[in-house]
DNA sequence: CCTCCACTGGAAACCTAGGCTC
DNA sequence: GAGCCTAGGTTTCCAGTGGAGG
């Protein structure tokens, strides 16, 4: 009988619900057939790849535009297509796209265009120059070119100062024979040039597109199609898609923002059974949206970083109106570490701990003197007291150290 | 105008854990 | 197994600093 009710359940998933047709289309990466309001962009850009048909080297280019205005699915979309032209031509092409922010190091952006390739490398071990050798002597042995998509590209330019990687990627073609290789590099930050070497910009922009924020009008256009791939014929209304829309406009014209709004929306009206989507659910996934974020971020901080969090919170409770101050946060930290026999870390180390919170909006530090009595930062919560609670007292080893009292509670300023 | 607090934040060195080549 | 490479986190050291109080 249990098999029954079970085989109920899975059915009714695979039947699909009445609200959702397919909830992949609202995906992130899900790419569809048509990206409205990106005609010029899409013509650009096939536009400088079309030479590479030819056996001709591309232009490299530079594709500005901040988050959720079509860089990727654009970017995908032409290259996908070049792919597949390719291949009934005959030159060797080769594609690598790489997610410089997931990626992070100069050494893994090469590894992992060598597993694109096909080349096993170990995660670590190797000098950089041997993984350069080693993508060289595969295009020279295959005679294939490679396009490389280099996507956040800004997240890789602040860690590596000299621009070592772009640097020798844009010089790489001195090396070759009749092949080469093509970059295209992808970014959010429009001020990111600034950081970039004029010789390398100049070799990596022989060409730039740039992705204009979508327009309210646009995002519902967008919306439109994608809804009637994703949900069931009149489960959402005309009121609630411009809603949606102008939210997603108002931040910046984020179509992902946009289309997880759509998603979340569907998914508290599923959970209601309610076959409709209405304007509170969308006002109700935006405030998910923004609670899941900072949960998630919240719970996936280190060990140390957690602890500041919560000494944060303790002193925020006992001293209210002082404002905290970094030598009263190590004070406490140091306490915690003890209770639960950790060795603490130094306060240069915290302190850094504390920007790096800062940055991420979990915490407010700024920079302040007390004239006489020195310059330091005054520090409070960046979210909710309510969600540091509730998401960090489930922590096996913080959760309990919402329970301590400070034993040297700093003096009043 | 000078002092001096309580730090800030840069720089470099160090450590661990991995892996290569010879 | 020595001697080199990598990443990533941390410690050590220290010059620099905004501004209240003398």
Request: proline fraction near 3%; hydrophobic fraction near 40%; charge should be neutral.
């Amino acid at each position: 009988m249990y098999e029954n009710q079970v085989e109920g359940i899975f059915n009714k998933i695979l039947i699909g619900t009445n609200i959702f047709l397919n909830r992949d289309v609202l995906r992130h990466d899900y790419i569809p057939e048509i990206l409205p309001h990106r005609d010029e962009q899409i013509n650009r850009l096939a536009g400088i790849l079309a030479p590479a048909l030819n056996h001709s080297k591309i232009s490299n280019i530079f594709i500005y535009g901040k988050t959720g205005t079509g860089k990727t699915a654009v970017s995908k979309f032409v290259l996908s297509a070049l792919e597949n032209k390719a291949r009934e031509v005959e030159p060797l092409l080769k594609i690598s796209y790489i997610n410089c922010r997931l990626t992070g190091t100069n050494y893994r952006v090469l590894a992992d265009i060598c597993r694109s390739l096909g080349i096993e490398v170990p995660f670590t071990g190797l000098a950089v120059g041997e993984l350069f050798n080693r993508i060289l002597k595969f295009l020279n042995q295959q005679k294939c070119s490679l396009v490389v998509v280099l996507d956040e590209i800004d997240a890789l330019v602040r860690k590596d100062e000299d621009n070592n990687l772009l640097y020798e990627l844009t010089r790489i073609n001195e090396n070759l024979n009749s092949n080469w290789v093509g970059l295209i590099c992808v970014s959010n930050d429009l001020h990111f040039k600034e950081f970039l070497d004029a010789r390398i910009l100049s070799c990596l922009s022989e060409e730039e597109v740039v992705f204009k924020p979508y327009l309210a009008n646009e995002l519902y256009d967008i919306l439109l199609i994608r809804v009637k791939e994703a949900f069931h014929n009149d489960v959402i209304d005309f009121s609630s898609l411009k809603l949606c829309a102008a939210l997603a406009a108002g931040e910046h014209g984020d179509a992902r923002r946009a289309l997880d709004l759509l998603r979340v929306a569907g998914e508290l009206a599923e959970r209601e059974g309610i076959e409709k989507v209405k304007e509170d659910h969308i006002r109700l996934a935006q405030k998910k949206i923004e609670h899941d974020r900072v949960s998630e971020a919240l719970s996936s901080l280190p060990l140390h970083s957690k602890i500041v969090i919560v000494v944060t919170f303790l002193l925020n409770n006992f001293m209210p109106k002082e404002g905290v101050i970094t030598g009263n946060i190590f004070e406490i930290y140091k306490e915690l570490c003890k209770s639960i026999e950790l060795e603490p870390l130094t306060q240069r180390r915290v302190s850094g701990l504390i920007n790096e919170l800062d940055l991420l909006g979990i915490l407010n530090a700024r920079v302040v003197s007390f004239g006489r009595f020195g310059r330091t930062k005054k520090i409070r919560l960046g979210v909710s007291p309510r969600t540091v609670l509730d998401v960090l007292s489930e922590d096996e080893v913080v959760g309990g150290l919402f329970q301590y009292i400070p034993k040297c509670l700093p003096k009043r300023r």
